[in-house]
């Protein structure tokens, strides 16, 4: 699974909107709706970093997803 597939998987499996977790993770809809759809190729680690705190992830398995 990929990781934009991974994030989505979680976010729906803990019953998140893509505007609920953008505002728990405190970045925008657009970033996260891209990040879903790959559009964001390489996401920046901060970015990362905060949708694990939202969703309650392990950070560095998504840095590793990542690669």
Same mark, same amino acid.
């Given at each position: 699974?990929?990781?934009?597939?991974?994030?989505?998987?979680?976010? $729906?499996? !803990?019953?998140?909107? #893509?505007?609920?977790? &953008?505002?728990?993770?405190?970045?925008? /809809?657009?970033? %996260?709706?891209?990040?879903?759809?790959?559009?964001?190729? $390489?996401? !920046?680690?901060?970015? #990362?970093?905060?949708? &694990?705190?939202?969703?309650?992830?392990? /950070?560095?398995? %998504?840095?590793?997803?990542?690669?």
């Amino acid at each position: 699974m990929k990781l934009n597939e991974y994030i989505k998987f979680e976010r $729906k499996k !803990k019953k998140y909107t #893509l505007m609920s977790l &953008s505002n728990k993770a405190n970045i925008s /809809y657009g970033m %996260l709706y891209r990040l879903e759809d790959s559009s964001i190729k $390489k996401p !920046k680690p901060d970015l #990362l970093q905060k949708i &694990s705190i939202a969703l309650e992830l392990d /950070y560095k398995f %998504l840095l590793k997803k990542e690669l």
